[in-house]
Every structure is written in C-alpha cells, then in structure tokens.
C-alpha cells in the first residue's frame, strides 16, 4: 500500500507511471537496454520527446504559433531566462508579489533592467491575491505566479494583460483548465503535476522571442532550444520520459476536465473540513484559497502532539507546513487520491471528538 503522500514537490506521481518507469529503467522498449542507457538521438527516445510534446499540446489544447521544451536548471533557472529573453535593453518589466517564488523572480529580473511590482501581498505574510492593479503597456511583459506553493494562495482570475504575460504554474500546471492563447510564456517545474525534478516545462510564443536587442548566452536562449526541438543538448531523458507517462496517464484518465473536476472534489472536502472543525483553521483568504496547496493551523496547540501521531498513524506524509507558514500543508496535486484526502478529514474529525 503506498502512503497517503501530501508531500509539496517533489510529490506524488501515479503508482502505474512509477511501476511503467522502473520497468523502462532495465529494458526499454523489449530491447534489452535502459532508457537511461540509450542515446538521445535513437529514434526510440526521439518518439519519447515527440509524444512528451504532443501530449502538452493537446491536454493544454495549444494554439499554433507555441513551442514546448524541456529545459533544465528547474522553475528557477526561468526566472532569469524569462528577463534575458524578454526584458528589453533599457526596457521596463511589471511583476506580482505573492510569495517567496515571485520574490526570486523579480530578484533575478532586477538584474536586467527596471522591476515595477504593481501588487505585493508581503503585509500578510502572502496569504492573499493582491487585485486592483493595472497593468500598462509600457513594459515589456507582466509576470505573475498561478499559484503560491508555500502560502496555499492561486489566482482564480488571471488579469486582461496589455502587454506579453508570463507565468510561472510550476505548481498547478495540468490541474485546472487555461486558456493559453491568453500567455505568451509559461513555466513549470515538472516535480509537481508532471514527473520528477530535472526538467521545466516551457511553452513560449515563438513570435515574442529575438527582441530585446541582449546578446543571450546559447544555452540560455531560448530560440536555441526552439531550433533544436528541445534536443540541443542532452535532453534529461528520464524526466522527460516519466512527464510522458504521467500526461498519458492524465489524457487516459479523462485529461484536465477530468482532474480539474477531482481536484475541485478534494479542495471542496478539506476546505468543508477546515471551516467547521473547531481544531482548525485556514491561512488563506478564501477567496483566494488554494485547490493544490492547502495551508491549515490548529487552532489549539495542545493536540498538536496528539494530531501528529494520528496522521502519521493513518498513513499520511508530508503533512508539515512550510516553516515561513508553520501548521500544516496538504498538497493535492492530481496523482493524489479522493480517498487520501478522506482520510486526512476522518482524522482532523476524529480529533475534534476525542
Ligand atoms: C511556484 C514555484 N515556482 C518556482 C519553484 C522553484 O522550482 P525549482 O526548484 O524547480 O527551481 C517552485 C518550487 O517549489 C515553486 O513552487
């Protein structure tokens, strides 16, 4: 039986892709040789790289015009990809502060050129959305985090963008409908709805790209990776190869409309939970709550040990909130259960009647 794994990322992954991936480690393909031993450029592992795209475009139903890659240097090395590849020489970027991932973003891009941050939620220690900004078209683009892994905060609404939008989903890609045709750029770190850390999903328009007037070092060009089909280099073939079995898993499954529907499910029966327990209580505004992240306190520190024990009892990990947060965090992503989070409110339930 496996755990109940709540873990924020790397996380839990479908136990048939697991199963599907240790067998491709010793005999790829009924060839008698690993994926992980197999050149990138044999047609076996160019298929792999073919279909890893396509799924992306067909369960984010991609408009024309986009090119998907697997880069490496995780959701981080995208923070300064994104400005070297966009901000313009002597031009201006807009960001939105929502917690500590976007903070490193606006960091990196400060190094670039101006940085204006048009909404920060850093007063409330990040537990809301700032809303009410407007966004002008004197910047070269707009950047914003979907959802905020540590803090349990996600926008629900993305703003009508006057310039090119960016977006760091690295934590509910492939949970929830979007429309991409609205983005111009999106980046996600596969080790949360995808597969395991060692790769980042980029999909960019291809016609934003070659404007800034930088000279941009090749590896961290994306037009590099754009001309290559994501194969200048040596791809990271297992991550690419288990972010291919877990969309297939998705698209077998039902595909977003599907997951979106599960993960509304579960963020439904926890939030119930959190909201009529007594023991407990959420950290985000609830307008802006979470449906991968949910952050939680116990509201007396007493049970605390008591809770722990329970939990861990019942087959649950990865429960600890964050330590800027404290409490705990249950992170849904779409490889965990209905029934996992049924458990976690049996739990919370049963507490609260001892
Ligand atoms: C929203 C968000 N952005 C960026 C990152 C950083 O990703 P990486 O560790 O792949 O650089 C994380 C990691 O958890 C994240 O949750």
């Known amino acids: 039986m496996k755990k109940h794994n709540f873990s924020a990322g790397p996380c839990i992954l479908p136990l048939e892709v697991l199963k599907q991936a240790s067998e491709a480690v010793i005999n790829f393909n009924n060839d008698d040789l690993s994926l992980i031993e197999i050149s990138h450029r044999s047609q076996p592992f160019v298929d792999v790289m073919n279909k890893a795209q396509g799924l992306v475009k067909e369960l984010l139903e991609i408009p024309k015009g986009y090119s998907i890659l697997f880069l490496q240097g995780g959701a981080s090395l995208e923070f300064l990809m994104v400005p070297f590849n ?83 989903m690295s934590s509910d890609i492939f949970s929830r409908k979007i429309d991409v045709s609205k983005f111009d750029l999106i980046y996600a770190g596969a080790q949360k709805n995808m597969g395991p850390a060692g790769t980042t999903l980029v999909i960019v328009k291809d016609e934003i790209l070659g404007k800034t007037g930088r000279n941009i070092p090749t590896m961290l060009d994306y037009n590099t990776h754009i001309s290559k089909g994501s194969m200048f280099n040596t791809p990271p073939v297992f991550p690419v190869y288990v972010s291919m079995l877990t969309l297939q898993w998705l698209k077998n499954n039902g595909g977003i409309n599907w997951v979106g529907s599960i993960n509304q499910q579960k963020a439904d029966l926890l939030y119930d939970e959190i909201d009529s327990n007594p023991l407990f209580e959420g950290t985000a505004n609830k307008e802006d709550r979470s449906n991968m992240n949910v952050t939680f306190l116990l509201t007396d520190s007493s049970k605390e040990v008591k809770f722990n024990n329970m939990w861990e009892e019942a087959g649950i990990n990865g429960l600890k909130g964050h330590r800027s947060v404290g409490g705990y965090r249950a992170s849904m992503y779409n490889a965990l259960p209905l029934e996992s989070v049924q458990v976690l409110v049996d739990v919370m339930r049963k507490l609260a009647n001892n």
């Open 86 to 168: 966009l901000l313009k020489k002597g031009g201006k970027s807009a960001y939105l502060n929502t917690g500590a991932w976007a903070k490193k973003a606006i960091a990196e891009a400060k190094g670039f050129g101006q940085v204006e941050v048009l909404g920060d939620s850093s007063d409330k220690n990040f537990n809301y959305i700032p809303k009410g900004y407007t966004i002008t078209n004197d910047v070269d683009y707009f950047h914003c985090t979907s959802n905020n892994t540590i803090y349990g905060t996600q926008i629900k609404e993305f703003p009508s963008c006057p310039t090119l939008l960016v977006c760091d």
